[in-house]
């Protein structure tokens, strides 16, 4: 099934709010064994469309809590740690050159 720019805007969107690709593949009335299938593909529009939204809002939020951690708050300092552990551990195990755990 070809998407069109609107439909994969939609896809960005429903993301964004943090839906899994069943519940954006419902919400678009298609076929979620298809759907799922091209969120499994990297290359598929998709997929960057899917990813593309969830990631933007993650990022959103990852923004605002380095932000209160760099202004003295605790638990976001306590998250922002948790969120660079789970980043390093990640580049470490997928072997990115250049990176070094310190």
Known sequence: M???P??????E???AA???PKQVAFMLGVSPAEFCELIRDE?????IAYF??????????RKSV???????SSPAQTMAMKIFDGTKQQLAKDEYP???DE
């Open 2 to 4: 070809s998407y069109s």
């Open 43 to 47: 290359e598929s529009d998709v997929s």
């Open 13 to 15: 969107d429903i993301a």
């Open 6 to 11: 609107e439909q994969l805007l939609q896809i």
């Open 52 to 61: 593309k939204g969830l990631y933007s809002s993650e990022y959103a939020v």
């Open 98 to 100: 250049g990176f070094i």
């Open 66 to 72: 380095m932000t209160l951690a760099q202004s003295g």
């Open 18 to 20: 943090g839906y899994e």
